[in-house]
């Protein structure tokens, strides 16, 4: 079977339920190495895309900033199709994954949850966007952050901040000049200002607490806004004090909901 044709019929199935709440199909162009869907809308995209060389069609979506996709792509299906082998039958079949896997009410309350926090006008700068900025410093947490990333359905902020970034961020404050010092300040306060609250809570409680000396600290606020440097002074009392780290969501099993409704 043609790869174009049967990608057609993935695509014309998997596109449905995204036309139908006003997504825009995108024109993306064609290379030899894949082949590209993708669809815009208010708040979140999906981008379907075939891999010639390992034979795989991925189902993905991020959410959409200013009109655009911030490419902080996450896989939600992943098939196999080989066009030698595969037919129209089997096309059908993905496209219909595919679609039911936008439909369902997991990603509904996804799409649900993104435009309340745009309606409410929360910031958007939350600890994956910190993470994201460090790699520049640590360009090893890009490998951490895609492992989180994989193995938890939230982004864990503060677990996260406080076994791979913090240690090195102290480190690296140690070994850092006045200049060095000043532009990693200049960074931190736009972070801080655009952040949500666990994000300026771990700048403040985790990250400019761990420096030890106090003439480097202050060095570090020197960019931040004045009540930001008060906030961050205070929070220096609690050095040595933890933040409650997240929990992993846990499963509940069919006997724990039994006992719990009176079954036995």
């Known amino acids: 079977m043609d790869m174009k044709q049967a990608f057609s019929i993935i695509t014309e199935k998997t596109e449905k339920p995204l036309l139908e709440k006003d997504y825009k199909k995108e024109n993306v162009a ?3 190495e894949e082949l590209v869907a993708l669809y815009i809308g208010q708040d979140m995209a999906y981008s379907i895309v075939y891999t010639y060389k390992n034979m795989r069609l991925v189902l993905r979506n991020c959410t959409v900033d200013e009109g655009e996709p911030d490419n902080d792509w996450k896989t939600l299906a992943t098939w ?3 066009p030698d082998s595969d037919g129209t039958k089997e096309a059908e079949s993905i496209g219909e994954d595919f679609a039911e896997t936008i439909a369902g009410p997991k990603q509904k309350a996804l799409v649900q949850k993104q435009r309340k926090k745009k309606k409410d006008g929360e910031n958007t700068v939350d ?9 520049t410093f640590f360009p090893e947490l890009k490998d951490e952050i895609a492992y989180e990333k994989a193995h938890y359905e939230d982004f864990r902020g503060v677990t996260f901040a406080e076994e791979f970034i913090v240690p090195r961020f102290s480190e690296l404050v140690k070994h850092s000049g006045k200049d060095k010092l000043e532009k990693i300040s200049a960074g931190l306060a736009a972070i801080y200002k655009a952040g949500d609250l ?3 809570g771990i700048i403040t409680y985790l990250m400019l607490n761990s420096v030890e000396s106090d003439d480097k600290f202050e060095i570090l606020i020197s960019a931040f806004a004045e009540n930001e440097k008060k906030i961050a002074r205070e929070g220096r009392r609690l050095r040595g004090k933890k933040l409650k780290p997240e929990k992993p969501k846990k499963s509940r099993s069919y006997i724990t909901d039994t006992l719990n409704s009176g079954g036995f």
């Open 198 to 200: 666990d994000t300026k």
């Open 80 to 82: 196999l199709f080989d």
């Open 30 to 32: 064609e290379t030899d």
């Open 127 to 135: 600890p994956l966007f910190l993470a994201n900025r460090m790699v």
